[in-house]
Every structure is written in structure tokens, then in C-alpha cells.
């Protein structure tokens, strides 16, 4: 019982982390990384389809993107969808190749972008400790019913609270490493 409740809370705490992660990717440094352009999606015939699958992203050099669709026709919409999004890039291309510049950013950019990490990261925080709010609250219900003993609800409740603090402490892990990768200059 205890241990269900808790493998169910380590589970939760983990796609919090895992979300986190994905949003720290859609944050833009200046160098390129191509999931940078994993939220951008393509008109594929009348589908709308991720750009990673109708083409290849790679790092060209450490500001510039390049994009080989798999078709040549949809390097138009490529570039469009590119331009579309709220990513402020400016695709060109050249022949079968879209290159993707990534602008320099400025000390007022770098901050915003900071400040938009950290409301993510304290996201991933609440996330969290909802997740252990609700592993809090079943072991309650569980010691209501008479299934456990108020020791084995205390144990768990530690248990859990080890968990959270070991979740809480990876976000903040992830959250200075974002930091550092957007002050660097």
C-alpha cells in the first residue's frame, strides 16, 4: 500500500521534472540546439506535423541551425512555420538547406529569459509538492480506514518528504544550469 503510494508519487515528481525539461529547451540560448525547434509545426499536407518529423535539424555551428527537409517542396512552409513561431528567428535558405541565425541576445533579453526559467522552475516546484500533498492525503485516508498504523503513516509521510526534497533539489540543479547557459556571454 505504502509502497504504491509512494512509487505513484515518484512517477508524478518525475513528469514534473520531465516537463520542466522540456520547457527549459524552448528557452533559446544564443547558441543554437535543434529542440529549440521542437514546438514549431508544419502544415504537412493539411496536417499539422512537428518539424522533426518532415526534417532534420542540425547544429551547424554554434549559432546557426540547418534544416534539411525530407521533401524539397515544403522548405517554403518550413521556413514560414519557422518565422510563425514565437520564437524570434529568422530562417533562410540556400538551395535544399534552411539555415536557422540565432540572434545575439541582449543583457535585457537574457534577464526576461531568466525570469521566465525561474517561473517555470517554481512550476516544476509546485508540481511537486502537490505530488506529495497527494501522497500526504491518501496515506491519511489509508490510516482513517485502519489499513496502516500511525507509524507506518509517519514512516511514509518521511519517505515522501525525502522524495520531494530530492525532487526539489534537481529542479533547483536545473534551474543554476539554465541560469549559467543564458548569463554566459
Same mark, same amino acid.
Given at each position: 500500500m505504502i509502497n504504491e503510494i509512494k512509487s505513484d508519487a515518484e512517477?508524478?515528481?518525475?513528469?514534473s521534472l520531465d516537463s520542466?525539461?522540456?520547457?527549459?529547451n524552448k528557452i533559446r540560448t544564443g547558441r543554437a540546439h535543434p529542440a529549440i525547434l521542437d514546438s514549431v509545426t508544419v502544415n504537412y499536407y493539411g496536417q499539422e506535423t512537428p518539424l522533426k518529423q518532415v526534417a532534420s535539424v542540425n =547544429?551547424?555551428?554554434?549559432?546557426?541551425?540547418?534544416?534539411s527537409p525530407w521533401e524539397k517542396n515544403l522548405i517554403p512552409t518550413i521556413? %514560414? +512555420?519557422?518565422m510563425m513561431s514565437d520564437l524570434g528567428l529568422n530562417p533562410?535558405?540556400?538551395?535544399? =538547406?534552411?539555415?536557422?541565425p540565432?540572434?545575439?541576445?541582449?543583457?535585457e533579453s537574457r534577464r526576461e529569459l531568466v525570469k521566465q526559467? %525561474? +517561473?517555470d522552475a517554481e512550476h516544476g516546484r509546485v508540481s511537486i509538492r502537490n505530488a506529495r500533498r497527494d501522497a500526504n492525503n491518501d496515506l491519511k485516508d489509508l490510516l482513517k480506514e485502519k489499513e496502516i498504523t500511525e507509524d507506518e503513516?509517519?514512516?511514509?509521510?518521511d519517505e515522501i518528504q525525502k522524495l520531494t526534497d530530492q525532487y526539489i533539489a534537481e529542479v533547483e540543479k536545473m534551474l543554476k544550469s539554465k541560469e549559467d547557459d543564458l548569463m554566459e556571454v
Open positions: 512517477k508524478r515528481m518525475k513528469k520542466l525539461h522540456s520547457a527549459f =547544429v551547424e555551428d554554434s549559432r546557426t541551425l540547418a534544416v521556413e %514560414k +512555420a519557422i533562410s535558405s540556400t538551395g535544399d =538547406v534552411i539555415r536557422v540565432m540572434p545575439m541576445l541582449t543583457e526559467a %525561474k +517561473a503513516e509517519r514512516k511514509g509521510q
